[in-house]
């Protein structure tokens, strides 16, 4: 691999060896492909922290290129210590042929998320079913039987932690009112779980209300914390590319939101409420800023999509309709302010 970048102050790359390989589910079928790459050496890559492992998402299925990163980037905004994938736009070659746009992102991986690895409580899961009605049943993982909650950290058979996440959901399920609302906190900040429901909200992500994270706690003493991961069903795109009107995702069907706000456990509902009314008046929630972070991201890529729709044209097979990158971003304006208008009406009726 070799790497370029108009920044003066970053290390180019010249053909060092890598290794990487196809990535994603159900993105897979589509002819332009995610992959993970890992380097020989850790290296800065479009002003990001210095790393060995990347991962280049297409954004095939979102031709605005903005729905991940608009997303990551406003939950951080939310606070600063929420975790998400840093991310940047690339372009890539491959054999010296140009085959594209991407976006190029951080791994969520233990040293990303800062976790203590001496202490056996540390672990990583990526979208580990815990907040799915047991009732429903949900299928394994089809690379590992014997892991359920797709355990990243630890080896599986060096520390296997699928018994502490199954406790986990039957709490969530099944525990006492009593006992729920007094040691809720012992495995979630529901500051944190507000901001991570006043997201899904916002952007109507209906796939990422059980999924679309990474579960992981650092250490012995601290709560489970979620970090984002896959956004580009969002802000009136479902991840098939169908448009979704704004309104009210099913958000009832996660188990942890659903009891939180039918048992209004330590006056959730309130907090969400008031949470979302701070982050209106702190100008974060406001079309007038979601407008400014889309139009950022538009600044950045409109010298560069072109080049990539002739490779990999817009009115193709998997796609809805034939709207182009500017269309997507009018688009995604649009819709922006009637979606915050309809969460805000929904959850002064909650």
Same mark, same amino acid.
């Given at each position: #691999?070799? @790497?370029?970048?108009? =920044?003066?102050?970053?290390?180019?790359?010249?053909?060092?060896?890598?290794?990487?390989?196809?990535?994603?589910?159900?993105?897979?079928? @589509?002819?332009?492909?995610?992959?993970?790459?890992?380097?020989?050496?850790?290296?800065?890559?479009?002003?990001?922290? /210095?790393?060995?492992?990347?991962?280049?998402?297409?954004? !095939?299925?979102?031709? $605005?290129?903005?729905?991940?990163?608009?997303?990551?980037? +406003?939950?951080?905004?939310?606070?600063?210590?929420?975790?998400?994938?840093?991310?940047?736009?690339?372009?890539?070659?491959?054999?010296?042929? @140009?085959?594209?746009?991407?976006?190029? #992102?951080?791994?969520?991986?233990?040293?990303?998320?800062?976790?203590?690895?001496?202490? $056996?409580?540390?672990?990583?899961?990526?979208?580990?079913?815990?907040?799915?009605?047991?009732?429903?049943?949900?299928?394994?993982?089809? @690379?590992?039987?014997?892991? !359920?909650?797709?355990?990243?950290?630890?080896?599986?058979?060096?520390?296997?932690?699928?018994?502490?996440?199954?406790? +986990?959901?039957?709490? *969530?399920?099944?525990?006492?009112?009593?006992?729920?609302?007094?040691?809720?906190?012992?495995?979630?900040?529901? =500051?944190?779980?507000?901001?991570?429901? *006043?997201? +899904?909200?916002?952007?109507? /992500?209906?796939?990422?209300?059980?999924?679309?994270?990474?579960?992981?706690?650092?250490?012995?003493?601290?709560?489970?914390?979620?970090?984002?991961?896959?956004? /580009?069903?969002?802000?009136?795109?479902?991840? =098939?590319?169908?448009?979704?009107?704004?309104?009210?995702?099913?958000?009832?069907?996660? #188990?942890?939101?659903?009891?939180? &706000?039918?048992?209004?456990?330590?006056?959730?509902? =309130?907090?969400?409420?008031?949470?979302?009314?701070?982050?209106?008046?702190?100008?974060?929630?406001?079309?007038?800023?979601?407008?400014? #972070?889309?139009?950022?991201?538009?600044?950045?890529?409109?010298?560069?999509?072109?080049?990539?729709?002739?490779?990999?044209? &817009?009115?193709?097979?998997?796609?809805?309709?034939?709207?182009?990158?500017?269309?997507?971003?009018?688009?995604?304006?649009?819709? *922006?302010?009637?979606?915050?208008?309809? &969460? $805000?009406?929904?959850?002064?009726?909650?």
């Amino acid at each position: #691999m070799s @790497y370029v970048s108009n =920044d003066p102050n970053i290390d180019h790359i010249y053909l060092q060896k890598i290794r990487a390989k196809a990535r994603g589910g159900a993105s897979e079928d @589509y002819p332009k492909h995610n992959f993970t790459i890992e380097l020989e050496n850790k290296h800065q890559l479009a002003g990001l922290e /210095n790393e060995d492992d990347w991962i280049l998402g297409a954004s !095939f299925i979102d031709k $605005s290129f903005t729905r991940h990163k608009l997303s990551f980037d +406003l939950f951080k905004l939310f606070n600063d210590e929420h975790e998400v994938p840093d991310c940047e736009f690339v372009e890539v070659y491959i054999n010296f042929k @140009y085959h594209g746009l991407y976006i190029l #992102m951080e791994r969520m991986d233990s040293k990303r998320l800062e976790l203590n690895k001496r202490d $056996s409580a540390a672990c990583i899961f990526k979208e580990p079913p815990v907040f799915v009605d047991p009732k429903i049943k949900v299928n394994r993982n089809p @690379y590992k039987g014997n892991d !359920f909650y797709h355990q990243k950290f630890p080896d599986l058979p060096i520390n296997n932690k699928s018994q502490e996440i199954k406790e +986990l959901r039957e709490f *969530i399920n099944y525990a006492h009112d009593s006992l729920f609302d007094n040691d809720i906190t012992l495995f979630f900040d529901l =500051d944190d779980i507000i901001d991570w429901h *006043i997201l +899904l909200l916002i952007t109507h /992500n209906s796939d990422a209300v059980v999924k679309g994270f990474y579960l992981y706690k650092k250490e012995s003493g601290r709560p489970f914390k979620l970090a984002l991961w896959d956004y /580009n069903n969002s802000f009136g795109r479902d991840n =098939d590319n169908e448009r979704h009107f704004p309104g009210i995702i099913n958000w009832e069907k996660n #188990m942890l939101l659903n009891r939180l &706000v039918n048992s209004n456990t330590q006056g959730y509902k =309130d907090r969400l409420k008031n949470r979302f009314v701070e982050l209106v008046e702190s100008d974060i929630l406001t079309t007038e800023n979601l407008a400014f #972070m889309v139009d950022e991201n538009h600044r950045k890529l409109k010298g560069f999509v072109k080049k990539n729709e002739k490779i990999w044209p &817009v009115d193709a097979t998997p796609f809805y309709d034939d709207a182009d990158f500017e269309d997507e971003i009018i688009f995604i304006n649009k819709w *922006i302010p009637v979606q915050l208008k309809v &969460v $805000s009406e929904y959850l002064n009726k909650l």
